[in-house]
Nanobody, 124 residues
Framework: QVQLVESGGGLVQAGGSLRLSCAAS????????MGWFRQAPGKEREFVAA????????YYADSVKGRFTISRDNAKNTAYLQMNKLKPEDTAVYYC?????????????????WGQGTQVTVSS
């Protein structure tokens, strides 16, 4: 069982930055690949970024590539999403998710545990 708690969301102007954190409970954090997803009002939840269990491999949605960076610190049981050059279209609730095993996936159905989400609002 893994419990995930996101933090770091907020209101920022376009072009600004935010760093989201996802703190995981339990001793098996390194047994999970981690992903970030987001859901904008009126839209389906979509994949944003993911990282393997050891942090060595990452993958990004085209819409955030070059602006967002996913990372993790297994010693702190925490995953991060550094978001730079934010755009109004990045406004959404951001969720972190954990997937058993070493490798990530882009489909939310492949993830086993989810956080409650944190709101990110980017003003123009």
């Amino acid at each position: 069982q893994v419990q995930l708690v996101e933090s770091g969301g907020g209101l920022v102007q376009a072009g600004g930055s935010l760093r989201l954190s996802c703190a995981a409970s339990g001793r098996t954090f390194s047994s999970y690949a981690m992903g970030w997803f987001r859901q904008a009002p009126g839209k389906e939840r979509e994949f944003v970024a993911a990282v393997t269990w050891n942090g060595f491999s990452t993958y990004y949605a085209d819409s955030v590539k070059g602006r967002f960076t996913i990372s993790r610190d297994n010693a702190k049981n925490t995953a991060y999403l550094q978001m730079n050059k934010l755009k109004p279209e990045d406004t959404a609730v951001y969720y972190c998710a954990a997937r058993r095993g070493s490798w990530y996936d882009v489909f939310e159905s492949e993830y086993d545990y989810w956080g409650q989400g944190t709101q990110v609002t980017v003003s123009s």
